[in-house]
């Protein structure tokens, strides 16, 4: 058994999921996925930054264009770790494609010119 508060809306419903992933407590629907989910395979967007060669900035921020295993964080963070780009780059420009076979790729958030 799990409880948590649910995040999906503004109520915060207080969850308790079993180690199935059956769930009381949530007032919707999106609320029994969400806690069904975090306890079967939770996913998280992550962001973070890369090293850009600019004139701007030493460091261009990303991010996940979807989610991601929770247990696969710290490795897709060790493949941000290894990027270098060179601007420019532009907003939502594909950094890292399908990164770690996942199906996610890391895009850029913010476009640099020079």
């Known amino acids: 058994m799990r409880e948590m ?11 308790i999921v079993d180690d199935q ?6 007032s919707c629907p999106r609320g029994a996925k969400y806690g069904h989910d975090e306890v079967t395979c939770p996913m998280r967007n992550l962001t973070s930054t ?14 996940t264009d ?19 780009v060179t601007a420019p780059v532009h907003l939502r420009d594909v950094i890292i494609e399908n990164v770690l076979n996942t199906g996610v ?5 913010r476009t640099i010119e020079e």
Do not use: H, W, Y
């Not at 992933?21 to 949530?26: C, K």
């Not at 989610?67 to 990027?83: H, R, S």
């Not at 790729?105 to 958030?109: D, E, F, L, P």
């Open 105 to 109: 790729n890391i895009v850029a958030t």
């Open 5 to 15: 508060v649910c995040i999906v809306c503004p109520k915060g419903c207080r969850l």
């Open 66 to 84: 979807g989610d991601i295993p929770k247990d696969k964080i710290f490795a897709v963070m060790d493949e941000i770790n290894k990027v270098q």
């Open 21 to 26: 992933g059956n769930v009381t407590g949530n």
């Open 50 to 63: 890369v090293k850009i060669i600019s004139k701007v900035i030493a460091r261009l921020p990303v991010m």
